[in-house]
């Protein structure tokens, strides 16, 4: 069992990497944010392409 009071001892003695790197942090939240609205933009504009087409057919 030393492999598991090794690996515990590792998680416990971890360091608070997002407070060392807040600059890095605030990069992935832009990214993400701006990724996560490139999708909506994406999604949105397919669903009016389809919401069109349908008014089209009726």
């Known amino acids: 069992m030393p ?6 001892s590792q998680l416990a003695k971890r360091s608070n990497w997002p407070a060392k ?3 890095v942090m605030v990069v992935f939240c832009i990214v993400g944010v701006v990724g996560i609205g490139l999708i909506f933009l994406f999604v ?3 669903m009016a392409a389809r ?8």
């Not at 069109?52 to 057919?57: G, K, L, P, S, Y």
């Open 3 to 8: 492999a598991i009071d090794y690996s515990y």
């Open 21 to 23: 790197n807040a600059g």
């Open 44 to 46: 949105m504009k397919k």
């Open 51 to 58: 919401k069109e087409r349908r008014a089209q057919v009726i």
